[in-house]
């Protein structure tokens, strides 16, 4: 998934990774460094990511103990994980 300034990929094994700018936090590193290269998300490394997607400067992904299968309607479950700048509310936070 690409946001503006961001990207991330997951991995076959539901690892999750992401590199560009790190403002805001948007990579979930962390902190507010940039990475020039693919950079594994150590907060959801002992889960299984089977969704992300990067907004313009947060980043959404669907997690959980193990590997989740398809339902009949195309879902997955999971947790919701969100970080990144959420002053317009896109964090679902407020």
Known sequence: SC???????????????????????MLGHGSRTAAASPRLVEGLAALFVSSVSCGAFHTAAIASPGRQEVDDEGLVGGSLFVWGLGKAGQLGLD
Not at 3 to 25: V, Y
């Open 3 to 25: 946001g503006q300034r961001h990207a991330a990929l997951l991995s076959t094994d539901g690892k999750l990774f992401s590199w560009g700018a790190g403002d805001n936090g």
